[in-house]
């Protein structure tokens, strides 16, 4: 069944770019999955703004000028049949009305994989200064405990519904696999902290993120369809470090959601962060920690 996203976009094509100085202003497109399989690519029926998707260029950047400061963007251009080309951030940016100043360009076509929004399955226990409280009951001003700051208080908790198959099922961590007392279930793309000697080998730092299903190895960590999975999300106040089931592991980042699609809870964060409209990649909304790319969860696992 063909999934539909919203994202924002400007028209235009870093590879034949408009004049220094050209107003660009984002618009809000229509993404489909055609097969569902995660990803905008060509030959698959996929379309932008309903347009059939000729060319997928990951990697392609742009300069810009927002409030008075010059803002690099890292994304990917689609090529589409019978219409103008679209960019799009990949880095987490948020869009907003800017200045054109300059573009550097990729020369291979792939494909943009969609990014499910890390998160915990409903019923997660989460610490809490009052003790493990299931992550569904949290509200703002809980405190959770972090590895980095003490308590701190949750600023919003999300939640959605989705079919637990496929590329959304969820990743189950079988009791003290990660240090978590109990079975601990996870978003694919939900982050844990692994520690140790492999971290400090491969990444020559001691404390790594890596995201679960990456982790997948067939035994004590596994994938565990469902046909229907509640999905809740933590906001803090900067990424952290909190525990869930005694394992580490993170809270929301922001720019996990705001290239999610969801422009609902997107409009909901940046009312809680006005900041994050032009400043997603200050130092403030750093991850806090490194995060493990695949090729290098690889070897972690191995």
Known sequence: MPLNYSFAFFVMDPGNP?????????????????NDNGSIGTGQGDTIGGFAVTSV?????????????NVT????????????A????????????????????????????????PCFVAGTMIFTSKGPKPVETLTEGDLLLTRDSGMRPVRWVGRVTVDGRGRLAPIRFMPEVHGNTRALLVSPNHRILVTGWR?????AEPEVLVPAKHLVNGDTICAAPCEKVTYVHVLMDRHE?????GAATESLHPGDYLISGANDTRTEILNLFPELATQTRQDHWKSVRSIA????AMLLVA
Request: charged letters at 15%; glycine letters at 6%.
């Open 57 to 69: 260029w990951m990697g392609d950047t742009i300069t810009v000028r927002i409030n008075n400061q």
């Open 241 to 245: 470090v909190i525990f869930a089931e």
């Open 199 to 203: 971290a400090e080998m491969y990444f």
């Open 86 to 117: 679209v960019f799009m951030p990949t880095d987490g940016s948020v869009l907003v009305s800017s200045n054109f100043r300059s573009s550097t360009f990729v020369n291979t076509s792939t494909q943009y994989e969609l990014p499910p929004v």
């Open 293 to 296: 790319k695949s090729y290098e």
């Open 18 to 34: 408009p004049g220094r100085g050209t107003i660009l202003n984002p618009v809000n497109l229509a993404a489909t999955d055609q």
């Open 73 to 84: 963007i890292r994304g990917v251009t689609f090529y589409r049949a019978g219409a103008s």
